[in-house]
């Protein structure tokens, strides 16, 4: 699966991941980015120097539904992704 059918079904469902962490772990995240499920964005000061980052392509970040927190992993690190019930 690429980045952009993983994009296209996190927007639509809540979806169990399992991919290999960065020190070689296996971890199963149910995650999503449907904007009803996503918590209110954080307004910033605009004049704040804070760095803007690049999008790094090779990374997805979604939001974590058991953790709430939002969470990354690498694209091409997933194992597998199941759409699962978004009764959060």
Same mark, same amino acid.
């Not at 991919?19 to 999503?32: A, E, I, L, Q, Y």
């Not at 709430?68 to 194992?79: G, K, L, M, T």
């Given at each position: 699966?690429?980045?952009? =059918?993983?994009? !296209?079904?996190?927007? !639509? &469902?809540? @979806? =169990? #991941?399992?991919?290999?962490? #960065?020190?070689?772990?296996?971890?199963?995240?149910? @995650?999503?980015?449907?904007?009803?499920?996503?918590?209110?964005?954080?307004? =910033?000061?605009?004049?704040?120097?804070?760095?803007?980052? =690049?999008? !790094?392509?090779? $990374?997805? $970040? &979604?939001? @974590?539904?058991?953790?709430?927190?939002?969470?990354?992993?690498? #694209?091409? !690190? #997933?194992?597998?992704v199941k759409e699962i019930d978004d009764a959060?």
């Amino acid at each position: 699966m690429n980045r952009t =059918e993983l994009v !296209n079904l996190l927007e !639509n &469902a809540v @979806c =169990e #991941v399992t991919f290999t962490k #960065v020190d070689g772990t296996v971890r199963t995240m149910p @995650c999503t980015l449907k904007k009803d499920l996503l918590p209110p964005a954080k307004h =910033e000061d605009p004049l704040s120097t804070k760095k803007v980052r =690049e999008i !790094n392509e090779a $990374v997805m $970040v &979604a939001y @974590c539904t058991d953790k709430q927190a939002w969470r990354s992993f690498r #694209v091409d !690190n #997933v194992i597998s992704v199941k759409e699962i019930d978004d009764a959060v």
